[in-house]
């Protein structure tokens, strides 16, 4: 049995240590660079397609029927209040606050109705905007997509039939800071959405 060439693959082995510990170390270095690489790449393509899932679902709600309802209705009531918002939006929350109708009325029901829709049609695009609002603040949209959500039509109303009919509900509400926290939110909202 002949051992000359196993033993002399040993002896160069021996000889070799630190230089085949080198390469190997290099070849790991290398392979773990490349795994890296590869998540880092899966990690950047996973966030952009959560960015992308965010901003789809923030155009679904923007686009649903409920949506588009409340904004023609808020829309209307600017036209049919628009000489003085601030005004129309003490009595509107005077009423949906304390009243429930109009002085007077023998049946408060239609006003109530009314008061009523229009605050549900405030909420849904006050809460779409502050909900927005939070998700740019924390970086969870880019600058391009928080820019396509700046461009909504809606933001017209938040900046000032929204904005004005929640002071007036703040302030008819007595809340502890009412009026001082609605404004903090707005111009937040202001800051974040610009000048309508």
Do not use: C
Not at 112 to 126: E, G
Request: net charge negative; hydrophobic share 45%.
């Amino acid at each position: 049995m002949d051992t000359t060439g196993a033993s002399g693959i040993i002896a160069w082995l021996n000889a070799n240590a630190g230089a085949l510990n080198a390469l190997t170390t290099l070849a790991l270095v290398m392979v773990t660079a490349v795994f890296v690489r590869i998540t880092w790449n899966a990690a950047r393509r996973q966030a952009v397609l959560s960015e992308a899932e965010l901003f789809r679902s923030l155009l679904t709600e923007y686009s649903q029927p409920e949506m588009s309802d409340a904004l023609i209705y808020l829309e209307q009531w600017e036209r049919d209040n628009g000489s003085d918002l601030e005004a129309a939006a003490r009595k509107w929350a005077e009423r949906f606050n304390f009243v429930r109708g109009e002085p007077g009325d023998d049946d408060p029901k239609p006003h109530w109705q009314r008061d009523n829709a229009l605050n549900d049609a405030r909420r849904r695009v006050a809460y779409f905007y502050q909900t927005a609002g939070i998700l740019i603040d924390h970086g969870y949209l880019s600058e391009p997509l928080a820019s396509e959500l700046k461009a909504l039509s809606g933001r017209r109303f938040l900046l000032g039939v929204i904005k004005a009919m929640e002071l007036a509900h703040a302030t008819a509400q007595n809340r502890p800071g009412g009026g001082a926290e609605a404004t903090k939110i707005y111009d937040r909202l202001q800051r974040l959405f610009g000048d309508p």
